[in-house]
């Protein structure tokens, strides 16, 4: 498993990263720690967690699972978004963040942070509030480097500006994949412009670019997209099936699978530092750490691109 710096900080991360979102959710404690065994066996070092997931379970499993390993991984997690039914428990704000980070460090059974990060914008906070009060997370070293997730390419200009003489946001987590391609228009070029590193998340389509599912046929029980009702049965629409099929037969030219060619793709791209996909078996953490070893060139992104626009 290769390595990539993280925008233009000092922190290096696996192109592969395991989002933990199913931690607590989808898979208990057990199952969780031969999860996460097996993606430090299969060289992944980027773990990816937030204050909400598996309700606060996640932070808690994760934590627990990392044991002596912790010093060997880069853990992230995110805060900002409501935890349960408490108005009072998310968002930007100097309050929520000192105590969010107090909670988070607990769970996680760690005195620091690898990258902290800002899981949605917050509309009610001033932006330099919730900057300095994470400026002083980083001075404490309780937090070694900040991120922020869902924001707009505007949003990250602005933080950037703001952020002039403290701690700049080094990363940017969006949704991104071969099938939601809307950050290209601003949010990537952000990045570059501003030296973040980019780290998309649902990088299979919630499961489209996996393989798994066939067009005429009911999604395979258990499945992601099964369990969403009309929202699952809108995503396999024939327009996407339409992309999805011209995908499978580019890959299978070249001896890959379309689950290969969605993480190559998104590698391909030079902002890109690691992509964020969750597992929760051994054989979904080998099969997503593999696609590491298919790098396309240039060219092919291109054509890639081309395909299905």
């Known amino acids: 498993m290769k390595l990539r710096r993280l925008g233009a900080s000092g922190l290096k991360v696996s192109e592969v990263g395991l989002g933990c979102n199913n931690f607590g959710m989808r898979i208990d404690e057990k199952a969780t720690d031969t999860v996460v065994g097996a993606a430090i066996d299969a060289g992944i070092t980027l773990f990816d967690t937030a204050d909400i ?12 699972a990392l044991g002596k390993r912790r010093g060997d991984i880069v853990l992230a997690t995110k805060f900002g978004m409501k935890i349960g039914d408490d108005e009072r428990r998310k968002g930007g704000s100097r309050r929520w963040i000192l105590r969010a980070v107090e909670d988070s460090l607990t769970r996680l059974k760690t005195d620091w942070i690898d990258l902290y990060q800002m899981h949605s914008p917050d509309p009610d906070t001033p932006i330099d509030e919730t900057l300095r009060a994470l400026d002083d997370l980083v001075t404490q070293g309780k937090v070694r480097y900040l991120g922020n997730s869902n924001f707009s390419g505007w949003q990250i200009a602005d933080a ?78 024939d327009k996407n099936f339409d992309k999805v099929e011209k995908l499978e037969a580019w890959a299978n030219e070249r001896d ?5 060619l969605a993480f190559a793709w998104l590698l391909g791209h030079d902002v890109v530092s690691s992509v964020i996909a969750g597992a929760t078996s051994v054989e979904q953490i080998n099969a997503n750490a593999a696609t590491a070893d298919w790098a396309l060139t240039a060219e092919e992104v291109d054509e890639v691109s081309a395909l299905i626009s």
Do not use: M
């Open 53 to 64: 997931y598996g309700g606060t379970k996640s932070e808690a499993f994760l934590g627990k």
């Open 256 to 260: 890959h699978t379309i689950l290969d």
């Open 160 to 237: 950037d500006w703001t952020a002039a003489g403290a701690t700049r946001f080094v990363s940017a987590q969006n949704q991104y994949s071969l099938l939601e391609r809307r950050v290209e228009h601003e949010v990537l070029p952000a990045c570059e412009h501003f030296g973040l590193g980019f780290l998309p998340f649902f990088p299979l389509g919630s499961g489209l670019l996996s393989g798994k599912y066939k067009r005429g046929e009911k999604p395979p029980e258990g499945a992601r997209l099964a369990a969403w009702g009309s929202r699952g049965a809108a995503a396999l629409s």
